[in-house]
T-cell receptor, first 114, second 113 residues
Framework: KAGVTQTPRYLIKTRGQQVTLSCSPI?????VSWYQQTPGQGLQFLFE???????NKGNFPGRFSGRQFSNSRSEMNVSTLELGDSALYLC?????????????FGEGSRLTVL | GENVEQHPSTLSVQEGDSAVIKCTYS??????FPWYKQELGKGPQLIID?????GEKKDQRIAVTLNKTAKHFSLHITETQPEDSAVYFC????????????FGTGTRLQVTL
């Protein structure tokens, strides 16, 4: 069974640009969550999608957005990049969005903003 | 919102010894407490979890205890092995928001031979 796949794995952008990251969940998983991981702030929840609807949102500015497609694949977008957006962006999938259960994380997309 | 504190930030033990990592949470409404292990270059992986209606849970060499009154929970690893070396994160979430985890700051565990 394939795990969570994130693309691209590494990318470099400059300030002011925008970026789109992609996540393919484990087959059958309908919930996709996104987390930002930085050395200073640790792992922080960005948002969660279930059945193409955003169900939960973290405390990030509106420059961070996401969406989910009918096949459960998800994308997140960051517009007007800032240096502080440099981070590892992790996607996680799970079977349900309300029940407590295991999140399966991908290996992440490492974004560097210059 | 929820705040999860984790200690220690680094922990070095000899192979075969036990390791204990402690976390406290602030929101008494939290009811789900997972522990994740993150190896270099990989995403976090769930190793054990506990829910608020349970005080202790064990899975082979790994155990987690929860004290709801004190709002703290701990990870215990016995008979540590070199492959246990990684960063460990505790987390908490509230009912209905299982995917919205608040993570602790992580503990880097080093198991030396």
């Amino acid at each position: 069974k394939a795990g969570v796949t994130q693309t691209p794995r590494y990318l470099i952008k400059t300030r002011g640009q925008q970026v789109t990251l992609s996540c393919s969940p484990i087959s059958g998983h309908r919930s996709v969550s996104w987390y930002q991981q930085t050395p200073g702030q640790g792992l922080q929840f960005l948002f969660e999608y279930f059945s193409e609807t955003q169900r939960n949102k973290g405390n990030f500015p509106g420059r961070f957005s996401g969406r989910q497609f009918s096949n459960s694949r998800s994308e997140m977008n960051v517009s007007t990049l800032e240096l502080g957006d440099s981070a590892l962006y992790l996607c996680a999938s799970s079977l349900e969005h309300v029940n407590t259960g295991e999140l399966f994380f991908g290996e992440g997309s490492r974004l560097t903003v210059l | 919102g929820e705040n999860v504190e984790q200690h220690p930030s680094t922990l070095s033990v000899q192979e075969g010894d036990s390791a204990v990592i402690k976390c406290t949470y602030s929101d008494s409404a939290s009811n789900y407490f997972p522990w994740y292990k993150q190896e270099l270059g990989k995403g976090p992986q769930l190793i054990i979890d506990i829910r608020s209606n349970v005080g202790e849970k064990k899975d082979q060499r790994i155990a987690v205890t929860l004290n709801k009154t004190a709002k703290h929970f701990s990870l215990h690893i016995t008979e540590t092995q070199p492959e246990d070396s990684a960063v460990y994160f505790c987390a908490a979430s509230k009912p209905g928001t299982a995917s919205k985890l608040t993570f602790g700051t992580g503990t880097r565990l080093q198991v030396t031979l």
